[in-house]
């Protein structure tokens, strides 16, 4: 006999600590129950294929989303978690700020830990990485003798805090010229290695690099980078992994090693996750620098984790549904997520330079993720300029374009599990129609 559940009444005894809210009918319906031999067994339906299918696991409207690195979407099911920890946060207020979302949390780092190999001693859950990064850069004590060393290609949100910080603490700024496109990643560590030569005598206080970088899209050899740069006298090392977190397999204990101090990323983006839920990883020996962006009531000196923790009354739902995020991962398979995202991408990069007789912007290793780079087929500043509102007015189709290596354009890719090969050649022959009218 086969028993479909149909319904689900979550009762706590007296004591009994708080885990939760019960789920949906529709996550319900991946699993069933058997009565086998008087033992109950918890079998699990086959779930959507990617691709096209995979579309009805989330909320996005009728278009072809090929942007998915900037802003993510969320399954369905995780933005009904969290609605419901919105009601569960509600129903008993003083409940849920003094005790029951902090015991989620702590949980729940146990299991973020795990996904990126840290110890759950060192994670704790942040906004975003601009957040994140700014806590780190505006944490410590700067003096007009000290440099910040950062490439060319770092996210704006970096720059502008670096263009802060020079202006209020008249820290100097050093920019490594990356030269696009690139022919290999050893390319960045001669370039970061020719600004430290030329810096020499500077106090070089903190290096920071991007885990993958925004535009282009690129995957860097951090490890390589911070050894380099400890090995030349650089203090501390940050790394903006806002592009990371469930793109490519991420090793805090690798990055430890390396010598890396600070580490954080985005939630929202590639890990399914609400909108304002990222990840922030500290060493042990800095964690007693770094205050958030908000000090709250229940800051204290040196105490890394409650710090974090409170920051205020505010809506915690986005951190407390990293949880059903990676529920929603574990049930598709992670790893086979990102092996589809990844070889989608690398199909469609290939695709686009055939199709429009054009490059990649750098070796396949480099972008062995799901995002990707590919020039188009214009030098025209004109036309390039509005080649994408083109195709999103006219094929619904939504693209970034950016300019870079001098008069080069490129459209950076995002391959994502509902996407399939048919809505990259749609999107490769849209381009060549726009740049021919």
Excluded at 29 to 35: N, R
Excluded at 39 to 49: C, G, H, L
Aim: hydrophobic content about 45%.
């Amino acid at each position: 006999m086969r028993i479909q559940i149909v319904a689900f009444t979550l009762l706590l005894a007296p004591g009994e600590s708080f885990r939760g809210p019960p789920s949906t009918p529709e996550a319900r319906a991946h699993e069933s129950v058997s009565l086998d031999g008087g033992s109950v067994v918890v079998a699990r339906a086959s779930t959507p294929q990617f691709g096209h299918p995979m579309l009805a696991e989330f909320m996005l409207d009728n278009f072809t989303n090929l942007n998915h690195g900037s802003f993510g979407a969320t399954p369905r099911s995780v933005i009904e978690a969290q609605r419901r920890w919105i009601d569960t946060a509600e129903a008993r207020p003083d409940n849920w700020f003094r005790t029951d979302y902090k015991d989620v949390l702590n949980a729940l780092r146990t299991r973020v830990a795990a996904v990126i190999d840290a110890h759950e001693d060192d994670v704790t859950f942040i906004e975003n990485a601009s957040a994140a990064m700014n806590a780190v850069f505006r944490s410590l004590v700067w003096g007009p003798d000290d440099c910040i060393l950062v490439l060319d290609t770092a996210y704006g949100m970096v720059k502008n805090t670096l263009a802060y910080l020079a202006k209020v603490y008249e820290v100097e700024v050093i920019f490594v010229e990356v030269p696009i496109p690139l022919t290999s990643d050893e390319q960045i560590d001669a370039a970061v290695t020719a600004t430290l030569e030329a810096s020499r005598g500077k106090r070089i206080r903190m290096a920071s690099f991007s885990h993958i970088t925004s535009v282009p899209a690129l995957i860097l050899p951090v490890e390589r980078l911070a050894r380099l740069c400890l090995a030349k006298g650089v203090e501390r090392v940050v790394v903006d992994g806002a592009h990371a977190l469930g793109n490519i397999d991420v090793s805090m204990r690798q990055l430890d090693a390396a010598g890396i101090d600070f580490w954080v990323g985005n939630g929202h983006k590639w890990l399914y996750s609400p909108k304002g839920s990222a990840v922030l990883w500290v060493a042990p020996s800095a964690q007693a620098q770094i205050t958030p962006p908000v000090v709250s009531s229940e800051w204290a000196e040196d105490a890394y984790q409650r710090a974090f923790l409170y920051t205020g009354t505010r809506d915690y739902t986005p951190f407390t549904a990293i949880g059903d995020a990676l529920d929603f991962r574990e049930r598709h398979g992670a790893g086979e997520i990102m092996a589809y995202m990844r070889e989608l991408c690398a199909w469609a990069t290939d695709h686009l330079v055939d199709a429009w007789g054009t490059e990649a912007i750098a070796p396949a290793h480099m972008t062995a993720m799901a995002m990707g780079n590919v020039r188009i087929p214009t030098t025209d500043p004109e036309k390039a300029a509005v080649l994408a509102k083109r195709v999103y007015d006219e094929y619904d189709i939504y693209i970034v374009v950016y300019r870079s290596g001098g008069d080069k354009w490129w459209i950076r890719l995002s391959a994502q599990i509902y996407l399939e090969k048919d809505d990259f050649v749609r999107t490769g022959q849209a381009v060549l129609d726009v740049l021919a009218n």
